[in-house]
């Protein structure tokens, strides 16, 4: 049977992590180093596996200026998980600057001692998901518009339409009496001033624009008022030839039809004639029904010619625009992203398609096109669709639901979908529902990505609250600012307490309350969101605390904003550990500089003597160096170590050794300057198995504290006991003691006490490093002390 266990290395971990179809990434160090990368995440970044080891920031240089690497170093620095949504990022994609979505999420993860060890970086690329639903909130407000728009044309078509029957049957009857007077006149022979009256009256006072013109130069004998603002003139033309009274007609077709209808004596007829006439200097574009109709004497011979005529413009163009919005309707469907149909008539005959809803259906054009919607999808019989249908053809009303579910049989077998949909009507001339117009939106995916948001938005609830994160809101318009429990118990607010935005800025140290005030003035400004990090005095008039608060603004279609949101974080302690930071590098810096000038001095000074030396200064010289390159080297030792515990890399190498011995070999040097009696009681000879080198480290630490804190201290005392299987080791001293409010920070990192007129050399590192050591060994360690007393510093090993 096999029995190997070797656990993967952590480069292999990474290697097989590099090896997933996700876009992940593992980042280490303040820095953010690339540890691994998927192909997916490199992709994303548009770069080659020769990034893996750089720093993000050097690997994608299209991140350095968005907010992405800040973020990264907020969760490498805090180690509290960061999440987005639908999050614009700027990358370059085979070369070009373009624009993408991510959901993501930067979790820390951490070392036992609390401090982030790395960060995993996983991404999901939801730009299509984006754009679509922006793509489909554009499609709905432009289906709307032409909607209406079909609806006011279908509107106008009818009405003029019936303008147009009522003309035509006035044009009809008084071409009848035209007809009518002129048969009258060639048979029966009346008084020819008194017919020619008669006829002149009738033009004058016909329904619709009525000319006559006589001989073959076709001069203007009649025209009423209607003819004449139809040509755009006045009664002053009557008595003149047309071709000179409308000279713009000359290469239009009417003179030549009126040439030929007198001429052959044939009676023309004309339907939606174009005629360009000229209106007060301007050239009108106008449609028009006519008829030429000759008058012969009765010899059979034409002397004039009757035009009878009726605008019919709006007509043209209502029809005209009728077609174009149905040529702008099949443009939309063909072309629309979501899945679009047009079913004509109660059969519901499918019309027209686009490719999205045959997809969705799992047919061919040729298998739905021009067959009736129920024979194609017996399955929706039962369902509620072809009811909702019928009732637009009822009412006329759009019919709209959301989040639908549908049952389609496709060559796959029944598939069901979640779709929202609406059925427009579309009318015909006479204002009739004459088609639907269906859209249908699959929102399968969508649905089920957001049930998934929720639970991930449940979840950030969650770690929201176990993160201490407090929420908050404030309405812009009142003032009013609503808390979540954790954001009072920040403020020390109680929680039946109403406060307004105004009020809360009473809380905040005044030298912080413009910053904040600008910060979320300039979201509001810039639909941009906000961070800000300001001192507090809490209500109850506790110590002042850090805070830093994140928000966003919000806003109505108008674009004014009515609300903004964010959320509030206690960083007291992160401040605190930033300010231990400066002071270490102030400290560090100070530290190393006095041992490195020192030795600078005795190299210049040896360098200088160099050709005559003296044996004397030279000795002390070069014991100076020594004494400056120990400094240097204790630092840097110092420096090292915390290194390695910051990265969980402090090992241990553990053998079994005599700790009696070790104690007494390692404080020779404190031996040796003859200011200090070292004693040693208890145990003559213990074996402890321990790292040999760690343990000197710890006792040459504590012995130097004592050295450094307790100069009047002559003797200094290291004891060995051991009780219950561990040994114990103290170092106690004789000095002034420390102050019982200052030893429970003794073992915090940088932390140093500052004892009136002693030398406080170091880094504050000591006693942090000496206690990680000992945690380490999975032993203790502690301080004993009172003012005026002395001071017991301990640590105990397992002896085992």
Known sequence: MD????????????????????????????????????????????????????PLEEAVPILKDQEFINILRNVWRTGQTYMGEETPAFLTRDGKLQQFYYDFEYRAVLNPDGSTRCILHTAKDVTEQVLAHQRES?????????????????????????????????????????????????????????????????ITQAPVAIAMFTGANLVIEAANERVLNIWGRTDDIIGMPIADALPELQGQDFLQLLNDTFNTGKEYYGSEAVTNTMHDGQLYHGYYDFIYHPLKNSDGVVYAILMIATEVTEQVNSRKRLQESKNRLASMVMTAPVAMTVLKGRDLVVELANQHMFEIWGRTPGQVINKKLLDVFPELIGQPFPDMLKGVFDTGKKFALPEISVDVSTAMGMVNYIVDFSYDPLFDMEGNVEAIMATVMDITERVSSRRELQQARDTLKLAIESADIGTWSADLETGK????????????????????LDESYRLILPEYVIPVQDSIQRSIDTHESFE???????????????????????????????????????????????????????????ELKTPVTSLKAALQLLDRMKDNPSPGMMARLIEQSNRS??????????????????????????????????????????????????????????????????IDQVVVNLVNNAVKYAPNSKEITLNVDKTDGRVKVSVVDNGPGIPADKQARLFDRYYQTDPSGYNNSGL???????????????????????????STFWFTLPIK
């Open 3 to 54: 029995t190997d266990t070797t656990r993967l290395s952590s480069e292999e971990l990474l290697e097989i992590i590099s090896l997933a179809n996700k876009a992940i990434a593992v980042y280490t160090g303040k820095d953010i180093i690339i540890e691994t990368a998927t192909d997916a995440m490199l992709r994303f970044w548009d770069v080659g596996r020769e990034v893996i080891g750089k």
């Open 138 to 202: 554009n499609l709905q407000t432009e289906l709307k518009a032409i909607n209406e728009e079909l609806i006011s044309t279908n509107e106008e078509l009818a009405a003029a339409n019936e303008e147009l029957a009522a003309s035509n049957e006035e044009m009809a009857a008084s071409n009848e009496e035209l007809l009518s007077t002129n048969e009258e006149l060639n048979e029966a022979n009346y008084n020819l001033g008194e017919s020619e009256s008669r006829f002149r009256n009738m």
């Open 481 to 500: 600012l609503t808390f979540s429990d954790q954001a009072l118990r920040l403020q020390s607010i109680p929680v039946d307490a109403n406060i307004t």
């Open 532 to 590: 800000v990090e300001y001192r507090i005095t809490p209500m109850d008039g506790s110590s002042p605390r850090w805070l830093r608060s994140t928000g966003q603004a919000y806003y109505n279609d108008s674009g004014k904003a009515l609300s903004i949101a964010g959320t509030m974080l206690d960083i007291t302690e992160s401040k605190a550990h930033d300010q231990q930071k400066d002071d270490f590098i102030s400290i560090a810096s100070h």
């Open 629 to 694: 390159m120990d400094k240097i080297s204790s630092l840097i030792e110092d420096l090292l170590n915390l290194s390695r515990m910051n990265e969980g890399q402090l090992q241990l190498s553990k053998t079994t050794f005599d700790i009696v011995k070790l104690i007494d070999d390692c404080c020779s040097h404190v031996r040796a300057t003859g200011k200090h009696v070292i004693l040693q009681t208890g145990e003559n000879y213990l074996e402890v198995f321990a790292d040999e080198h760690r």
């Open 764 to 790: 504050g590192l000591g006693l942090f490093i000496s206690a990680e050591i000992i945690k380490k060994h999975h032993g203790q360690i502690g301080v004993n002390s009172s003012l005026g007393k002395g």
